[in-house]
């Protein structure tokens, strides 16, 4: 099922029951949901069967970084079974994303590909201990246009960054933002976070949310408070 929504529900599950009985309080025509690591080597492609069978558009969020064509293949894998998007990791270098832009081309593949910058856990000095010498800010700027000229449709990034993002790779290219917390939802353990409303403003084009939704005594209700705070965007 097709939605315009922004909202992307992470399902951070240890376990498939658990992603689907989450999956089944929610509404594919107001949110799509995002797939990580643990649930997907836990699950495999059953939770991707489960969820397209729910009509839920699926964010494959596996960061894919290895030698070129071992990516295109990956990637092809998972547009193959018809997720929405999947994500690749930008230092994995030109060759590496063109590659997987171009098989997802060559295959006719519509599935979204982005590749994450530098992940919200890193600071200045995990950049320098890898070879890095320039800020945070300067290498996800360099790695998002290095994504855009390899082809590729967006990046992962955090809503702070989503603004020169948007200034210098355009308003058509994907800007998705984890981090995300709505008024009136605790911050929990993320420290450089934006409200929905104030992400869009910024520049995202998608949001990841949560525990503000997954941890909801109704997370229907939730995503709803979260529309509404939307509407007056």
């Known amino acids: 099922m097709a939605t315009d929504s922004p909202l992307i529900i992470a399902l951070d599950y240890p376990s498939l029951d658990a992603a689907l009985c989450m ?89 979204h590909l982005i590749a994450v910058t530098v992940l919200t856990s890193m600071q200045a000095d995990d950049l320098t201990e890898t070879g890095v010498e320039v800020s945070p800010a300067e290498q996800v700027m360099r790695l998002a246009l290095l994504t855009q000229q390899s082809g590729l449709n967006g990046v992962v990034c955090s809503a702070q960054e989503a603004a020169q993002i948007k200034a210098q790779c355009g308003g058509e290219f994907l800007k998705v933002t984890p981090g995300i917390r709505p008024s009136f939802a605790e911050a929990n353990d993320q420290q450089r976070i934006m409200t929905p409303t104030d992400a869009l403003q910024a520049g995202s084009t998608h949001l990841v949310i949560g525990r503000p939704v997954t941890k909801a005594a109704d997370p229907m209700v939730a995503l709803a408070a979260i529309e509404a705070e939307l509407a007056a965007f």
Do not use: Y
């Not at 690591?37 to 964010?59: C, D, I, M, W, Y």
């Not at 990956?74 to 929405?84: D, H, I, N, S």
């Open 23 to 111: 999956a089944d309080q929610l509404d594919p025509a107001r949110c799509r949901v995002k797939v990580g690591k643990e649930l997907f080597t836990r699950s495999g492609p059953a939770v991707l069967e489960a969820l397209h069978g729910r009509g839920f558009e699926v964010f494959l969020d596996l960061k894919f970084h290895d030698i070129p064509n071992t990516v295109a293949s990956a990637v092809q894998a998972a547009a193959e079974q018809g997720v929405w998007m999947v994500n690749v990791h930008a230092c994995g270098g030109r060759r590496m994303m063109e590659a997987a832009a171009k098989r997802l081309s060559d295959n006719k593949l519509s599935t």
